[in-house]
């Protein structure tokens, strides 16, 4: 009696042991949920690695002009080196190499030594029976082949350009007292600042394009970028508010913004000019107060 009333007890024992075995059993999953974070980290690894030194993902509310502006480069020198033309329109996610144009740079240079390599060619000219002077006449075509670098000679249109530019009227953006100048070569320094409250008027400089109008920029708050020539731009930054957008067409004295301090610590205009992506001093073109 004794032996078959245990034997329910053993197959309860049994059964719970078996529940006990099958619940460790089914605690082992986290190891692959680790692995898989593991995964995660590295595919986010590889995501960043997409986007090589030198070069830019293109994000929301960017243009060609604020991207240059930013790496104070040229647009036009980013455009080439990314094969776009105009109105250079661009894509979110899309791959902008900004370092292309030190490539163009390399082969301008390697064509240097090469008429340096021309005169061994006419060394073996001297060798009888290949008097065949038919490839005399292919230096010449060689020689052809080499003023295409002078395309690349760009400069001399922007100098031409820049004579134009003495006559873009300029005038001050902004009344109020001057705050801070440009300083050559320093990054915080590369144009001027002019004290105001907020809600005075910003006004262009001089007739333009407005090429970029936003907050992506860090630094300058609500930015406006106009574009006055082929070679000059003017920056408005720290706006309260923006009243022009890009593709707007403005003249010299227009109001464009409000004056504010976003991503400033005080109420004020940050202005800047830039040739040729280059920041340069707005004292050196607006007329003297």
């Known amino acids: 009696m004794i032996e078959t009333s245990n034997k329910p007890f053993r197959q309860r024992a049994l059964l719970a042991l078996t529940i006990l075995v099958l619940a460790g059993c089914a605690s082992t999953p986290p190891a692959p949920v680790q692995d898989r974070s593991l995964g995660s980290r590295h595919s986010a690894t590889s995501g960043n690695d997409r986007t090589p030194h030198g070069s830019y993902r293109v994000r929301k509310g960017d243009t060609l002009y604020s991207i240059a502006f930013r790496n104070g480069m040229d647009y036009r020198d980013v455009a080439r080196a990314n094969g776009i033309g105009p109105p250079y329109t ?37 060798q ?24 690349s ?20 953006p902004a009344e ?19 004290a105001g409250k907020s809600g005075d008027p910003v006004r262009a400089t001089a007739d333009g394009e407005v090429v970029y109008s936003g907050n992506g920029l860090i630094g300058y708050g609500e930015l406006i970028i106009v574009k006055h020539s ?3 731009l003017s920056a408005y930054g720290h706006n309260r508010r923006r009243l022009v957008q890009e593709g707007d067409r403005v ?7 409000e004056m504010g301090s976003s991503s400033a610590t005080r109420d004020m205009l940050h202005f800047e000019i830039r040739r040729n992506g280059k920041p340069v001093d707005p ?4 007329p003297k107060r």
């Open 153 to 172: 000679r760009a400069p001399e249109p922007q100098r031409s350009d820049s004579t134009s530019d003495s006559a873009i009227g300029w005038r001050w």
């Open 176 to 194: 109020g007292q001057l705050v801070a100048r440009f300083v050559s070569g320093d990054q915080t320094r590369q144009g001027i600042n002019i």
């Open 128 to 151: 009888p029976a290949q008097k065949a002077p038919a490839p005399a006449s292919p230096p010449a075509a060689v020689v052809v082949t080499k003023p295409s670098p002078a395309p």
């Open 230 to 232: 082929s070679t000059m």
């Open 90 to 126: 661009i894509y979110v996610g899309q791959l902008i190499r900004l370092e292309e144009q030190r490539a163009e740079q390399r082969p301008v240079a390697a064509t240097r030594p090469v008429p340096s390599r021309a005169p061994p060619r006419p060394q073996p000219s001297p």
């Open 251 to 257: 003249k010299g004295g227009q109001q464009i913004a």
């Open 283 to 286: 004292l050196g073109f607006l």
